[in-house]
């Protein structure tokens, strides 16, 4: 019989609560844990999806005897968690980005790539980020018209991730305090954070598509004039609630990546058009265009492989959450490297740190640091 997998979810707030019945509806997962610091969420969660084993903290969990754990607590905690996680022997899966620093340093960035791809290696343990992007139709299907060569060579991959801090339908400034238990004068105090530090959505579009890493970045930065969030004197002294980077893609193509914060959009991540010499495609808020030089025309995107019958009810950002679950529990079973794994998660994180120090250089051509690929 096929060996079941045990595995506890560390962090159940709005997201990471959703994703605990997917892992308990996964054929191969046998137990599932949950765990959170706040005893009010981990006992309502229990009880809503009938758990009994819950632990109150990451340290008590990595001491349990669980395979693997999905952290999916605030973003400025994800790699350090991760890292311990993986030193007591757990696979981790972890909620993006792989790291948020509140410094607002770049450099803090590629610390935490290394020391994550290094403990991968050590332990021979599996990290898998949970990138929505690279689990959407649209980016698969990209993929998959690239692998036949049906964009001829692509010349240009551009993704955006439009989030307006005020959103009604997902306030950004409700989302932070929420997650540090701040007022809301008390969040604006701490200000808006680094937009490119959060590029994992717009950045895996283009390495996900090509299957290249970029290797230098030009950004600009946009402020908006009084704005009181992305302020100077804030904690991650950035200024910049807009940043467009440009960037050289290891295979000659290039990408462009789009982090907005103030725009006036009802909002949208992933993929917006991929030029290529024999034909493109375009991601609208209506629909994709697939187009050559004569026609174009709507096309269903939808190609991803069947999930396992239980898994096929649930949603959630284009329908790639139970594709994430079924990734990384197969990764493990089936001993493979995840598809996002930690060496491919770096090059997302590279490009908006690199983009980040461009564009606080008005622009200066930055060089992208990259891990190499994944070991098979
Ligand atoms: N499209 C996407 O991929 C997407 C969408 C939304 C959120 N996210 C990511 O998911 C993460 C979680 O988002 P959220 O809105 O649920 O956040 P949240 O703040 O509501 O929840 C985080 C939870 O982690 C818990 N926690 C923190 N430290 C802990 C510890 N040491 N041990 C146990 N529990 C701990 C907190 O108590 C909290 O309940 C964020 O990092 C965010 O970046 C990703």
């Known amino acids: 019989?096929?060996?079941?997998?045990?595995?506890?979810?560390?962090?159940?707030?709005?997201?990471?609560?959703?994703?605990?019945?997917?892992?308990?509806?996964?054929?191969?997962?046998?137990?599932?844990?949950?765990?959170?610091?706040?005893?009010?969420?981990?006992?309502?969660?229990?009880?809503?999806?009938?758990?009994?084993?819950?632990?109150?903290d990451l340290d008590a969990i990595c001491k349990s005897d669980l395979d693997a754990l999905a952290i999916i607590t605030q973003h400025w905690l994800h790699a350090p968690q991760a890292i311990q996680a993986m030193e007591a022997g757990k696979h981790v899966y972890s909620a993006v980005p792989v790291i948020?620093?509140?410094?607002?340093?770049?450099s803090e960035i590629y610390d935490w790539c290394e020391k994550i791809i290094?403990?991968?290696?050590?332990?021979?343990?599996?990290?898998?980020?949970?990138?929505?992007?690279?689990?959407?139709?649209?980016?698969?299907?990209?993929?998959?018209?690239?692998?036949?060569?049906?964009?001829?060579?692509?010349?240009?991959?551009?993704?955006?991730?439009?989030?307006?801090?005020?959103?009604?339908?997902?306030?950004?400034?409700?989302?932070?305090?929420?997650?540090?238990g701040l007022s809301e004068q008390e969040v604006y105090k701490l200000g808006g954070g680094v937009p490119m530090h959060y590029v994992t959505h717009s950045a895996s579009v283009?390495?996900?598509?090509?299957?290249?890493?970029a290797t230098e970045v030009s950004c600009f930065g946009y402020a908006m004039p009084g704005d009181n969030y992305f302020r100077q004197d804030s904690e991650?002294?950035?200024?910049?609630?807009?940043?467009?980077?440009?960037?050289?893609?290891?295979?000659?193509?290039?990408?462009?990546?789009?982090?907005?914060?103030?725009?006036?959009?009802?909002?949208?991540?992933a993929l917006v058009r991929v030029l290529g010499t024999k034909a493109s495609m375009e991601v609208t808020l209506k629909g994709a265009i697939w187009s050559d030089m004569k026609r174009f025309e709507l096309v269903d995107v939808e190609c991803r492989p069947k999930l396992p019958k239980p898994l096929g009810k649930f949603s959630g950002h284009g329908g790639s959450h139970p594709y994430l679950v079924d990734e990384f529990v197969r990764s493990i079973v089936e001993g493979h490297q995840p598809k996002t794994n930690a060496w491919e998660a770096a090059r997302y994180a590279a490009i908006g740190a690199a983009a980040h120090d461009s564009a606080l250089q008005?622009?200066?051509?930055?060089k992208v640091p990259d891990w190499g690929d994944a070991p098979k």
Do not use: W
């Open 236 to 269: 991650a002294s950035n200024v910049f609630c807009n940043e467009i980077a440009t960037f050289m893609m290891s295979d000659g193509s290039i990408g462009r990546v789009i982090e907005g914060r103030r725009v006036g959009h009802v909002g949208r991540e």
């Open 1 to 56: 019989m096929e060996k079941k997998l045990s595995i506890g979810i560390v962090g159940l707030g709005q997201f990471g609560k959703g994703f605990v019945p997917i892992f308990k509806a996964h054929p191969i997962v046998g137990r599932v844990a949950v765990c959170d610091i706040d005893k009010k969420k981990l006992e309502t969660v229990a009880k809503e999806y009938k758990i009994q084993e819950t632990y109150p």
């Open 362 to 366: 008005g622009g200066k051509l930055v």
């Open 100 to 106: 948020t620093p509140r410094s607002g340093r770049s």
């Open 206 to 213: 283009p390495v996900a598509i090509t299957g290249a890493h």
């Open 118 to 180: 290094a403990t991968c290696k050590k332990t021979g343990l599996k990290y898998m980020l949970g990138e929505t992007s690279y689990f959407r139709p649209e980016v698969q299907y990209a993929m998959a018209k690239h692998a036949k060569h049906e964009f001829g060579h692509i010349s240009l991959v551009e993704a955006e991730y439009l989030h307006d801090t005020l959103l009604p339908a997902s306030n950004l400034i409700k989302v932070m305090m929420a997650r540090t």
